[in-house]
């Protein structure tokens, strides 16, 4: 028997729901299904909690719950999809860079450790400071990056796929202990990145924080969207 645990998972109304199938062409787990003209979560163990899904649909009828269920799997998180609907995921990364000689570029980082797991919201730098929250693939889109999004902030990153749920609650004791300036995102082209500007947003809605967020969505080929 699988023991269960809390943690967050999807909810979905199907009163509200109006059977168009964005959510589960959003949902890269395959957790979200289409049976009988209606989304249904076919399967707790692939629901990641991050809330990807949500912006996918129009009618709201998606919302996070925290209740008990049995745990999130993980490598073998797609063998239940037929080969051809497995999702394609792999986070894009950038063409490789000459470096030209060493030198010729300096880091922005002002302190360490920057992983979030690892980072203690108790930290004296976060105070009054403007953060970074970056997704692990975005500083490999683009050369400017130190230069363009971590000088002059704190940097956090993390992965919205691999990191546990319990990292991405470290946000809320960040934004509730410190007088954040301002948060800035920077994500992947890629669904599942979308995670990471749902738990900043949260955080700092749970936190009853006024803090701005600006959102930088970065394509393979180094293009920059902002929200």
């Not at 490789?96 to 002002?110: D, K």
């Not at 693939?137 to 050369?143: H, K, L, P, V």
């Not at 990292?167 to 202990?177: A, Y």
Request: hydrophobic residues 35%; neutral net charge.
């Amino acid at each position: 028997m699988v023991e269960k645990m809390m943690r967050n998972i999807i909810r979905i109304d199907s009163e509200r729901c109006i059977g168009c199938g964005k959510c589960a062409e959003a949902c890269v787990e395959g957790a979200i299904k289409m049976v009988g003209g209606k989304a249904v979560l076919v399967s707790e163990t692939f629901c990641d909690g991050l809330g990807a899904c949500l912006p996918s649909c129009p009618a709201k009828a998606l919302s996070i719950e925290r209740r008990n269920v049995a745990p999130l799997e993980g490598p073998s998180q797609t063998e239940h999809l037929p080969v051809n609907d497995i999702p394609l995921t792999m986070c894009p990364g950038s063409s490789p860079r000459r470096i030209v000689s060493e030198g010729q570029t300096s880091g922005q980082l002002s302190h360490w450790p920057i992983q979030l797991r690892l980072v203690p919201p108790t930290a004296p730098y976060l105070e009054g400071c403007d953060l970074l929250v970056a997704s692990d693939c975005s500083a490999f889109a683009r050369g400017d990056f130190h230069d363009r999004f971590i000088k002059g902030r704190i940097v956090i990153i993390g992965c919205p796929k691999l990191d546990p749920q319990e990292s991405w609650r470290r946000l809320h004791d960040i934004f509730s202990m410190h007088d954040i300036r301002s948060v800035t995102v920077t994500r992947m082209d890629v669904p599942c990145c979308s995670g990471i500007v749902n738990a900043v947003r949260t955080a700092i809605g749970q936190s009853g924080r006024d803090i701005p967020v600006r959102v930088c969505t970065i394509h393979a080929d180094g293009r920059i969207e902002e929200d």
